[in-house]
């Protein structure tokens, strides 16, 4: 068999960082690989879902009032066991989870990371068979080497991740992740069991010609809001469109493709939720890294994302994230 070397996996890939910077200590490549064991666990299980017992719900409600899916324990379940068993991370917060968890191991206080996941987003879809994904972010912890994490290294700023990243399970699963130096995109080569390096140095399209955002909410939104999204509606050829509107339901689905091709994703506060649904820690600051790093921006309608200073590990927060071109209109609407 002939093996292609231009191809990197994910371990090449990061020892390969690894020696490009040599005051590393190579924690935070351990603990992405970590992740991506979990990611693989993962992936086979949804890959197999209909043929096992692992479909509906569990009859239990999580922390945020959801309904638990059977899935959603098996991937928390798998994310929490290769970080508590790796050498890189010092606790960690779960969407799934009351509260974080501190790993108060003699090997695991050592750690200077904590990790922070919604281990199953867009877990509503997963019994009709569509794509669903995992979400992470990584800090350095505050509190000092050698104890065991406290509340307060978990509610940083997003500006403050050094990393963050996320797994979407689809016709292919793909790994995603971003340091300050770029986001790099992995798919997982079945045959052989690895990540693979595909899409490298990601960089967001300045403009794109796709909105997202659920219309069935439409008149709960602020009235800026709407007339942004009848704008989008409006665009002809000569101001940059038409437009397209595309809404899987599926946070990890939805930016991923508008990262890939250009686009926004709209999330806002309801007059129901005026705080918004989506939550800050677990899926709003992550993908807005990324974003950042890529070249695009994200917002909550009036503050950068990654600014808000958060105040509980559930925060929630109305979302706008996407193309630079394409949020700095958005943002011209807002302002108005």
């Known amino acids: 068999m002939i093996v292609n070397r231009k191809v990197q996996t994910l371990d090449e890939f990061t020892i390969q960082q690894l020696r490009d910077v040599p005051q590393a200590t190579g924690e935070l490549s351990h603990l992405l690989r970590n992740i991506g064991l979990a990611g693989k666990r993962i992936h086979r299980e949804v890959n197999k879902a209909g043929l096992v017992d692992i479909l509906g719900d569990t009859g239990d409600v999580n922390v945020q009032g959801e309904e638990v899916k059977k899935l959603d324990v098996y991937a928390n379940e798998q994310m929490m066991g290769v970080l508590r068993h790796g050498i890189a991370c010092a606790g960690i917060a779960s969407e799934e989870l009351p509260d974080f ?32 994904g995992t979400i992470f972010s990584v800090y ?13 290294d978990f509610l940083q700023p997003g500006n403050r991740q050094v990393a963050a990243g ?35 140095d990601i960089k967001c399209p300045e403009r794109g010609k796709i909105y997202s955002v659920n219309h069935g909410n439409f008149f709960q939104y ?115």
């Open 166 to 200: 996320y797994i979407v399970y689809g016709s292919s699963s793909m790994l995603v992740y971003a340091t300050r130096r770029g986001v790099n995109g992995f798919t997982l080569d079945p045959s052989i069991g690895e990540w693979t390096l595909s899409h490298p």
């Open 101 to 132: 968890v501190a790993f108060d191991d003699a090997k695991s206080i050592q750690s200077k990371y904590v990790c922070m996941f919604d281990p199953l987003d867009g877990s509503s879809n997963i019994d009709v068979n569509v794509s669903i």
């Open 222 to 336: 602020d009235e800026k809001v709407r007339r942004y999204i009848e704008a989008c509606q409006k665009k002809t050829k000569a101001d940059g469109g038409p437009y397209t509107q595309r809404y899987i339901g599926s946070m990890v689905a939805d930016v991923h493709r508008n990262l890939i091709k250009g686009g926004i994703f709209m999330y806002p506060g309801t007059i129901d939720r005026p705080k918004g649904k989506l939550r800050l820690m677990y899926e709003c600051n992550p993908f807005a890294f990324i974003m950042q790093v890529a070249g695009g921006k994200a917002t909550d309608g009036k503050t950068n994302i990654l600014d808000i200073q958060p105040v509980e590990l559930h925060q929630r927060t109305p979302l706008f994230i996407g193309s630079r071109l394409m949020m700095e209109e958005l943002e011209q609407y807002l302002a108005s």
């Open 140 to 152: 350095r912890r505050l509190s000092p080497i050698g104890t065991v994490v406290t509340r307060e």
